[in-house]
């Protein structure tokens, strides 16, 4: 049983027989007349028990973006007034669930719940309540409905705005490619004549032969190389960096660099691990990288434990020598490296060009704090020693890209296109 505001109204408004004949008796009449009346608009309530409700399913979204859960009620045997609530976990930012209706028999009626998922995973919806009032709306009754319902929520992309420029430099970086490797490489590409120069070993001499010039052949240079980004998800990634964590900063430059890679008709594989390995995606097609990447991340959160890298270092060592460039995406943590990540990069290092991509704390740049004197002292204390981590890195043959949140997405994809256009993957 419910009861509405109407009933408190009723009880108000009796006030003023009470007024005129401030007596006891008048009190009881009236409250056993609203009483009278609530129980037979209770009674004539039809009850909503034997409605039938089913849930559209819902396509994934990524987290900002907006959704919607379509609930269909049907089966009624009498006109029902009522309402319905279709109640969802907080971060879906169901604010406009309820909705008033009136279902006659033989009707079906469509409700609509906006969503604005804002938390990466899978959000599901708790129940549908619906109500039934009886004719004067003062009382009525309530069923709840399990209906299980779930909207699969993709990491953030903010990035991808930046999918355009990067494009445009992967074509400048294509014609450098080919402009200075023409002629290395292993698929064959065209003819010409020899000039002063060219390998003599490039020589056809097959063409030569039907022609009074030195024919040469031209190769392509090999365009499908193997890139795998690495995940920390360890106690790392759990750190603040403005409104995300550093793992949400990492998923959204290692999307952009797997868009970039797949345009530009590379491979890529991601790992996410800390103790152990948490997902992986390996060499997924080039047309659906971006779904199978953003899946996969999904279900992904920072883990309180410290990144076992002998074992991450071996999970890449499985991919053989194939691998052109392996990405971390990590914290450059002075002790973590000296300790654990050096002896690892250099034996992977051996085979392969390694990137440290770090995201830098935006608020290290706040003028608020900078006032603090012992915050600023820290600052630079921790300035000194990634600068001192980054020199030991390049002498390991390991590149650091560091930049603020917003900015290292494209400040990775820089340096792969860098790599890429100079022949050095």
């Known amino acids: 049983m419910i009861l509405s505001n109407r009933v408190a109204a009723l009880i108000a408004i009796g006030l003023i027989p009470v007024a005129v004949s401030p007596t006891p ?53 009498k006109k029902i007034r009522g309402a319905l609530r279709d109640a969802w976990q907080p971060s ?36 549908v309540t619906v109500r039934s009032w009886g ?41 450098q490619i080919l402009s200075r490797r023409r002629g290395q490489g292993t698929e064959f590409d065209s003819l010409r004549e020899w000039v002063e ?8 001499w097959r063409a030569t032969a039907r022609s009074n010039e030195v024919i040469v052949r031209t190769w392509r240079p090999e365009q499908d ?22 793992l949400d900063v990492s998923m959204d430059a290692s999307l952009l660099l797997a868009a970039l890679t797949a345009k530009a008709g590379d491979s890529v594989s991601m790992i996410a691990a800390d103790s152990a390995v948490r997902a992986q995606v390996i060499r997924p097609p080039r047309t659906t990288v971006l779904s199978e990447l953003s899946n996969a991340m999904v279900p992904l959160d920072p883990s309180l434990v410290e990144a076992d890298w002998g074992r991450i270092g071996a999970k890449i060592t499985e991919f053989g020598n194939k691998v052109s460039l392996v990405v971390l995406f990590t914290a450059l943590d002075v002790t973590v490296l000296e ?28 003028s608020s704090r900078q006032d603090d004197v012992y915050f600023a002292a820290a600052t630079e204390a921790a300035r000194l020693e990634r600068e001192r981590a980054t020199a030991s890195l390049a002498s390991a043959g390991v590149t650091v890209v560091e930049a603020l949140p917003d900015e290292l997405p494209m400040k990775v994809v820089d340096h792969y296109l860098d790599l890429k256009s100079r022949g050095l993957l």
């Open 135 to 175: 004719p004067m709306r003062l009382s009525g009754v309530q069923t709840t409905f399990d209906l299980d319902g779930s909207i699969r929520v993709l990491p953030e992309f903010p990035s991808r705005a930046h999918l355009g420029s990067a494009l445009a430099k992967l074509q400048l970086a294509t014609g």
């Open 339 to 366: 300790e654990s990540l050096l002896p690892v990069l250099l034996g992977i290092g051996r085979r392969t060009r390694i990137v440290i991509a770090h995201a830098t704390d935006p608020s290290l740049f706040e």
């Open 197 to 204: 120069g060219d390998d003599q070993r490039s020589i056809d």
């Open 92 to 127: 879906s930012h169901a604010d406009q669930n309820r909705h008033d209706f009136t279902l006659a028999p033989g009707q079906t009626l469509t409700f609509t719940t906006e969503l604005a998922p804002s938390r990466r995973g899978v959000l599901k919806a708790d129940s």
């Open 25 to 77: 008796a008048t009190l009881g009449l009236w409250l056993l007349f609203v009483l009278a009346l609530t129980t037979v608009d209770l009674i004539l309530a039809p009850s909503p028990r034997k409605l039938t409700i089913t849930r559209e399913p819902i396509k994934s979204v990524r987290a900002g973006e907006k959704s919607a859960s379509v609930v269909r009620v049907s089966g009624a045997t």
């Open 225 to 246: 190389r193997h890139i795998v980004m690495v995940l920390d998800t360890s106690r790392m990634s759990a750190q603040r960096l403005g409104n995300q964590t550093r």
